[in-house]
T-cell receptor, first 107, second 116 residues
């Protein structure tokens, strides 16, 4: 079965602390993995994708095929990182989203 | 570049009534997606169009939901009759191409439906 699992509904960290948002997936082929973010009162938007291997707003994510994981990491959290984060995969055509993790960065 | 437009932003109806949502994708985008996002869950794909053809509608409850994209541009999603469990945000997204590629999907602001 194709599935994306985000085990944490809420993650609270203090400003300046490291952040790791977990994502595990189940897919029989070779999916593309994405992280989407939704800031308060804004639209859902792409944060980063695994094939780009880039850092966006200080966030990185590495695809680990052995552990079928695509965790999102940032070494030093900022208050403006507070948002809802969704991990997603795309197979041949279809996007499958996880249930999301709300990140709260405390001052 | 104008974004994905959706209307209405909010809709409140009673169960068994009908409702329709409208989406205008980014100009030139061939692929259009409708998602249902129930509170506390991630977006779930209902239907995907490539131009005016359906690519995937495996999760669309076809006994009550229908969608069309007649001219390959804007699209409507209809629910008839609505049930309480249809209360959700309905998101439209569009993408330049359909298959694997470097382009990404852009989301609209969504329509929040409350069924009473």
């Amino acid at each position: 079965a194709q599935r994306v699992t985000q085990p944490e509904k809420l993650l609270s960290v203090f400003k300046g602390a490291p952040v790791e948002l977990k994502c595990n997936y189940s897919y029989s082929g070779s999916p593309e993995l994405f992280w989407y973010v939704q800031y308060s009162r804004q639209r859902l938007q792409l944060l980063l994708r695994h094939i780009s291997r880039e850092s966006i707003k200080g966030f990185t994510a590495d695809l680990n095929k052995g552990e079928t994981s695509f965790h999102l990491k940032k070494p030093f959290a900022q208050e403006e990182d507070s948002a809802m984060y969704y991990c997603a995969l795309r197979g041949t055509y279809k996007y499958i989203f996880g249930t999301g993790t709300r990140l709260k960065v405390l001052a | 570049e104008a974004g994905v437009a959706q209307s209405p932003r909010y809709k409140i109806i009673e169960k068994r009534q009908s409702v329709a949502f409208w989406c205008n994708p980014i100009s030139g985008h061939a692929t259009l997606y409708w998602y249902q996002q129930i509170l506390g869950q991630g977006p779930k794909l209902l239907i995907q169009f490539q131009n005016n053809g359906v690519v995937d509608d495996s999760q669309l409850p076809k006994d009550r939901f229908s969608a069309e994209r007649l001219k390959g541009v804007d699209s409507t999603l209809k629910i008839q009759p609505a049930k309480l469990e249809d209360s959700a945000v309905y998101l439209c997204a569009s993408r330049l191409s359909g298959g694997a590629g470097v382009d990404i999907q852009y989301f609209g602001a969504g329509t929040r439906l409350s069924v009473l």
